[in-house]
């Protein structure tokens, strides 16, 4: 009876050490870090403007952070904020590419954000000029359509540039086309190419006239491309610099 007694108290003792094994692997292998020790945080982020969402991942070892997404409006500027409650403040500004995908990456020196306060908006960069660097096999002028309404409706400019021919680089300020004063800051603008014997292209990119008295005279820089009857514009950089003939040049949002 002893014999009997003591040996099924040995295959309780082996079952509960083997089960209590079985659970430490377990809960190493679904925790392999503990709770706030990961240098690594996510965060989730949607479009307030459109169907755009993608990922935010900051690394406060590294001091870098890396957004990627898609479904964007394709060829925009969109800029990445946090909600702090008593302000939006910027985290960083990227372009859509051609197919709506968006990835911006740089250093972090912020504070982390907390869960729910990063959105991501349209953006709307400074411009005080358009410069067209024509690679087109047509000649083109440039017109100015420009919006007071927040982009509700556009009105287009009579005046237009001279002549821009192939391979010709073309540097025009808004002002010297605008027919009416228009407000700065709360005006938007966008650069109309006027193919001639072809399609007129106007470009989708909007940006904020500012003229008077900017952080920085931008000038977005524009390639035009294709043949008369396909003629398109691509964004290569925007171009500031703190006052003309400074000679000192950077690339928007760089500046």
């Not at 989730?44 to 990627?68: A, C, M, P, Q």
């Not at 946090?82 to 250093?107: C, M, P, W, Y």
């Not at 009105?155 to 300020?173: A, C, M, N, P, R």
């Not at 005279?217 to 691509?234: I, K, Q, R, V």
């Amino acid at each position: 009876m002893k014999r009997i007694l003591l040996l099924v108290l040995c295959v309780f003792f082996v079952a509960a050490s083997d089960q209590a094994i079985a659970g430490g692997k377990s809960a190493n292998q679904e925790n392999p870090r503990q709770a706030g020790k990961s240098s690594i945080y996510f965060y989730d982020v949607e479009s307030n403007d459109d169907n755009g969402y993608g990922r935010l991942v900051i690394n406060t070892d590294k001091h870098t952070f890396t957004f990627i997404g898609q479904n964007f409006t394709p060829n925009r500027h969109f800029e990445i904020k946090v909600d702090t409650e008593s302000e939006f403040q910027r985290i960083a500004v990227g372009h859509s590419t051609k197919t709506g995908n968006l990835h911006i990456q740089g250093e972090w020196e912020s504070t982390l954000p907390e869960q729910g306060t990063v959105g991501i908006s349209y953006c709307y960069p400074p411009a005080y000029g358009f410069i067209l660097n024509e690679l087109g096999g047509y000649v083109a002028h440039i017109k100015i359509a420009y919006s007071t309404d927040n982009g509700a409706t556009w009105k287009l400019t009579d005046k237009q540039t001279g002549d821009i021919s192939l391979f010709e680089q073309y540097w025009v300020e808004i002002e010297d086309l605008l027919d009416v004063d228009i407000p700065e800051g709360s005006s938007l603008v966008k650069m109309k190419m006027i193919v001639v014997g072809g399609a007129d292209v106007t470009e989708s990119e909007i940006y904020s006239y500012v003229h008077s008295s900017p952080p920085g005279y931008c000038y977005p820089f524009y390639d035009s491309h294709g043949p008369t009857w396909n003629a398109s514009l691509e964004l290569y950089n925007i171009q500031c610099t703190p006052y003309i003939g400074s000679g000192i040049w950077t690339i928007y949002p760089t500046y």
